[in-house]
């Protein structure tokens, strides 16, 4: 598609172009090819010559157990904050689109965590839970539960869910209250006069014309756990303890911080750069298919 | 119309209510623990009711810092993160609508494939290229300024891309009636495009604001100095999970600062938000 009116100049639109340009190449694709270069060599300990060593940096990465396991433990998490935070949400967004008194007050209420920054949201919840002074820690162990996130590597990753899927929610929410707005009256009232049940229509009616919605906020959720769940992590256990809540991001940081191996360091950049472009590739096909729905 | 039974209703209303609940209670929490003493919290005897120490705990947050791990005012890292948010949000709207201007109403070489160098980097987030991108930016001697803070991250695909769809929609009859009236390029744009735009403009403006505001990982890597950590890397600072000495009060009260500010803007301007939530993940 194109414009018929246009204008005529030969230099402006290069000037209008040049401030996005220039910040383009400077900040992102230099970098991006620095670290696919850097992944291809091999630095010796005192970084005076460095040797051309094809994909072996790859492989010692695949062979590292820890890195292994943070790719597990990375899609473990993607697959549980999206499964709780998608569910919860969709329940939410089901009971405010009845016509309840009051629905857009309830909007109001259920959208605002959108606005809290992750790390925010890891010292909140570290500080419910926290093993000596949080509030809930209290009622947890009068459970029974011998509650420590400090130090029981499974509880910190159950903290870490629950936060960042808590963070999601209200995107979650608007999202699927759109959805379900956009599904025409007329569909489910012919479902009911045809006698189907309130939760018979929910299964067979509404919930596959709300599978655009789910498969797009199922896809932005991963991406989401992928790379804003680091501030979470960062404030509440810092990946610990021990490596039990190191996802391939903070693995990415912590490693680099260390400044140990860069080149391994860069090809953990470049695995990271082909999981998104896999993951942004899949969500565009999806806007396609909804253009022509 | 389908018509919904009373109890139904009341279940409606309550799981709401539940949800609401569970979304404002850490918030809640850490309100009260804002207001109540240090000591108290400590000893796991804190109070669900709000204590009388509100003003004495936001008065040294905002204005004195905490005494132990960062002395910085709270006040000044609010206004890091404003300057932070605000020139992300205005630089990503201002270069994208140039660009977008130049790809809708020009044609020139390379016009789609400068078009396709920009849509790409939404491939590109900060995490993947995280030390490349410091190294450059260390190179340009930036670190610890707001050109640093900001620059690296004005670049923006999708506000490209809205404002290419929007001006796409604009009626050609406009450019022509302009052209009659003797307007050139720059007049088009600033009397007829940009008064257009304002919704859009507004729109975005809101959600990078507030992505702006809660930017994390890029501002922990760049700065070092206390005078330029933003709000969301001072509170970072301040807590020590495994050190007793966490002064829990003046933490909640800067994490009740931190999220006041984008919780405001969402709430306020909730059509705006959702417009442009909306539109930008499209």
Known sequence: MQKQAIFQSKLLPYALVAPQLAIVLIFFYWPALQAVIQSFLLQDAFGLSTSFVWFDNYLELFRERAYFEAILRTFFFSFAIAVSSLSFALLLAVMADKPLRGSMLYRTLLIWPYAVAPPVVGVLWIFMLHPSLGVLSRYLRALGIDWNPLLDGDQAAALIILAAAWKQISYNFLFFLAGLQSIPRSVIEAAAIDGARPMRRFWTVIFPLLSPTIFFLLVVNIVYAFFDTFGIIDTMTRGGPGKSTETLVYKVYTDGLLGGNLGSSAAQSVILMIMVIVLTGIQFRFVERKVTY | ?282
């Open chain 2, 1 to 282: 119309m389908v018509e919904e039974e009373g109890f139904r209703r009341y279940i409606a209303h309550i799981i709401l209510w539940i949800g609401i609940a569970i979304v404002a209670f850490p918030v809640y929490l850490a309100f009260v623990a804002s207001t109540q003493d240090n000591a108290v919290i400590a000893n796991g005897q804190m109070s669900l009711l709000p204590g009388g120490h509100f003003f004495k705990t936001y008065y040294q947050t905002i204005f004195v810092g905490t005494s132990g791990s960062t002395r910085e005012p709270v006040g000044h890292m609010m206004l890091n993160s404003l300057v932070m948010a605000l020139l992300i949000a205005v630089g990503k709207i201002a270069i994208s609508i140039i660009s977008a201007y130049a790809i809708v109403y020009f044609r020139f070489p390379f016009r789609m494939s400068i078009f396709w160098l920009i849509f790409i980097t939404l491939m590109l987030p900060v995490e993947v290229r995280i030390y490349p991108t410091y190294k450059i930016v260390a190179d340009l001697h930036m670190l610890d300024s707001y050109a640093g803070l900001s620059l690296p991250l004005i670049a923006s695909a999708t506000a490209t891309l809205l404002f290419r769809q929007f001006f796409m929609t604009v009626p050609d009859e406009l450019l022509e009636a302009s052209r009659i009236d003797g307007a050139g390029p720059f007049r088009f744009f600033w009397d007829t495009l940009l008064p257009l735009s304002r919704t859009n403009m507004a729109a975005l403006f809101v959600i990078l604001f507030i992505l702006g505001w809660n930017q994390y990982l890029w501002p922990l890597l760049i700065t070092t100095r206390d005078d330029m950590q933003t709000i969301q890397i001072g509170i970072r600072k301040m807590i020590t999970t495994t050190d007793a000495l966490t002064e829990w009060p003046i933490v909640m009260a800067t994490a009740v600062l931190a999220m006041l500010p984008p919780v405001v803007v969402v709430v306020a301007m909730q059509k705006l938000f959702v417009r442009g939530l909306v539109e930008t993940e499209k």
